[in-house]
């Protein structure tokens, strides 16, 4: 994957991702799509991954046939909202490795605090996606690539849902060579880092904390 911002402009993602931000949806329903978007997402992040064939036989005849080549890739949830987009991706990569990076946003700071970080072994050696439904300010985002590169990470991709202008420039500042791939980018963040015109708190809806 070259580009740095990859928007995914399919229509079905673009007319689950209306629904989601309706703030009528409900907390299941805005689940379910979260889950289905994950999956449509999950198909553009992991496009151009490494391939190699195996030799296999058909009912018909031998043939090399593509299959995945290299170690299995690594999931990464950035805590708590990228468990929402974590089931799904899971889903369609069942042998994925997972982890997860525990980062809360300091509400007067808007600075990421860490509580929590567990990744699998040999990141260095895998195609490593994080995952977090949306990219505001970019603080806790490039702290979770923060960390993963000082865990050995070298080939990252981070796939979110909603991305502001602001967090897209700051992980190109600090990233440069990690992808984003998103369903949209929004007009900008409000006074308290929240997305505009966004969802909301993506946490708070599908889990229905609020
Ligand atoms: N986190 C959210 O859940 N929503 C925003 O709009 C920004 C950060």
Do not use: W
Not at 55 to 84: H, Q, V, Y
Not at 122 to 145: E, F, Q, W, Y
Not at 163 to 182: C, L, N, S, Y
């Amino acid at each position: 994957m070259s580009d740095h911002l990859n928007v995914v402009d399919h229509p079905l993602v673009q007319h689950k991702l209306t629904i989601m931000r309706d703030v009528a949806t409900p907390t299941a329903v805005f689940r379910q799509l979260l889950r289905e978007i994950s999956q449509l997402l999950a198909y553009e992040v992991t496009r151009g991954l490494a391939m190699t064939t195996k030799r296999i036989n058909t009912p018909m005849a031998e043939m090399d046939a593509p299959t995945l080549a290299g170690k299995k890739l690594a999931l990464i949830s950035i805590l708590r909202a990228g468990n929402g987009l974590l089931d799904g991706v899971l889903e369609l990569i069942p042998s994925a490795r997972v982890g997860f990076v525990g980062l809360y946003r300091d509400e007067e700071t808007l600075q990421p605090v860490q509580y929590y970080f567990k990744v699998p072994e040999g990141l260095d050696d895998r195609l490593v996606i994080a995952v977090d439904p949306m990219l505001a300010t970019g603080n806790s985002s490039v702290a979770a690539i923060d960390l993963l590169k000082q865990a050995g990470a070298t080939n990252i991709r981070f796939l979110c849902l909603l991305a502001a202008p602001e967090g897209i420039a700051r992980m190109k500042e600090a990233h440069p060579d990690v992808p984003i791939v998103t369903a949209a980018v929004d007009e900008r963040l409000n006074e308290v880092g929240y997305i505009v015109p966004g969802l909301g708190d993506a946490g708070d809806r599908m889990f229905g904390t609020k």
